[in-house]
């Protein structure tokens, strides 16, 4: 057998490998898909998801996931629960495939072919990531919808960039900046701004006195506002959640007895957190717009676009561990266009050992929350910094 034969069995082997990785993680485990299943079973049947009696996490607090997470998971809820988990990881593994593959056919300009997608599904196997399918969380789709559309805006398809924009703000706090600079790079802004509506539009649409009348939203704000003032995560991947990480928000005690990266804090301490935080975003969007302004049109779009995603994630007032996954475009920027795995190794050592690590941290934090989520915290921080060494080094 030649060596392109032998490179491609080794590609389908480890493509394997990974997807069997990944269903693994999430077997049989509830994670937060409970959350959506319970959601989307309520929405199919037109009744209100965001009653806050429907949930059990800290004390009923109830859904604090935005309408278009509920629409996006409901397809799954027909199925019983343990049937629409794995159905709902196959869903998000198509589209993290997808969405490397079209990252890297903006980066080389060219189809890629199966030895080096495989490597490149390899070296995108963040901890982060890992988490997310174990936890069955909606980040991937995220992920997937920017992707969607940088690649159209690559191509001056300014219409379906504008969609897929409209749909990637389900988590605006996360891509509200790359939404900024795709209007900026625009050619025409009017039909991207009037495809974005009609993208924000079409996932709020069932609450908008259509299948559900506007008014379960307000249980939604009431969710949000308690969750605010009264949980800190430690697995809070934003720089001013990891500085209050460092002061004492709870007990030493109470945070051992907590169940994941949730605690309980006091109101007041909370309240004060969650409007520090909200100043920090406020500032790091201002910066951003600053630096920005003057380098929007001498920069690379690829590299403004996940410099945008890293940054968002960085000053956001609400993340977590597996929201790392939309630092994914910004690790692959970094990798080097190889069909070598040796080459390729390489300036990847320290990130995978890197990665080892975190991913034994997930596995000792169902035990040792207290010590191991902070940890798990600065991961995000971590990454930028093999990004950013792996590009000046």
């Known amino acids: ?24 993680i999430g077997f049989r485990r509830l994670g937060d898909f409970e959350s959506f299943y319970i959601a989307g079973g309520q929405f199919l049947k037109r009744l209100n998801p965001y009653d806050p009696q429907l949930y059990k996490t800290y004390g009923s607090f109830g859904m604090s996931s935005l309408p278009p997470a509920i629409v996006l998971t ?3 809820c027909l199925l019983p629960l343990y049937a629409a988990i794995p ?10 495939s997808a969405s490397l593959y079209l990252w890297a056919e903006l980066l080389w300009g060219e189809a890629v072919d199966l030895p080096l997608f495989s490597r490149l599904c390899a070296a995108s196997l963040m901890a982060p990531l890992c988490w997310a399918f174990g936890t069955h969380q909606v980040i991937v789709p995220v992920l997937f919808f920017a992707t969607l559309a940088c ?18 703000l389900m988590k605006p706090h996360l891509t509200i900046l790359l939404a900024g600079v795709l209007l900026l790079k625009s050619k025409r802004r009017i039909l991207f701004i009037a495809t974005l509506a009609a993208g924000l539009i079409l996932l709020y649409l069932p609450f908008m006195n259509t299948i559900r009348p506007i008014s379960d939203l307000r249980a939604w704000r009431q969710t949000i506002q308690r969750q605010q003032s009264e949980v800190f995560y430690l697995d809070e991947q934003g ?23 949730g605690i309980l804090i006091p109101q007041s301490k909370g309240r004060l957190l969650s409007r520090f935080k909200t ?6 969007c201002g910066l951003w717009a600053l630096w920005g302004a003057s380098r ?31 630092l994914i475009p910004l690790i692959i920027m970094c990798i080097p266009k190889t069909d070598r795995f040796q080459q390729l190794s390489k300036p990847l050592l320290v990130p995978f050992t890197f990665n080892l690590f975190v991913i034994i941290l997930v596995v000792l934090a169902n035990r040792y929350s207290f010590y191991m989520w902070p940890l798990m915290g600065w991961t995000s921080v971590a990454y930028c910094a093999f990004a950013a060494w792996m590009v000046f080094c």
């Open 239 to 261: 720089i001013a959640g990891r500085f209050a990480s460092i002061f004492p928000l709870v007990s030493h005690a109470d945070a051992k007895a907590s169940s994941g990266p």
């Open 151 to 168: 690649w159209s805006m690559r191509r001056n398809n300014s219409g379906w960039a504008g969609f897929a924009t409209g749909l990637m």
């Open 279 to 284: 100043v920090f975003w406020i500032i790091g």
């Open 1 to 24: 057998m030649t060596e392109v034969t032998h490179a491609r069995r080794r590609a389908v082997l480890l493509l394997i490998c990974i997807v069997v990785l990944f269903m693994a």
């Open 87 to 96: 159905m709902w990881d196959i869903i998000c593994l198509l589209l993290w």
């Open 296 to 326: 929007y049109k001498r920069m690379n779009d690829l590299s403004l676009y996940a410099t945008a995603l890293a940054w968002s994630l960085l000053i956001s007032p609400y993340s977590h561990f597996y929201d790392g996954v939309m």
């Open 74 to 76: 409901c397809l799954p």
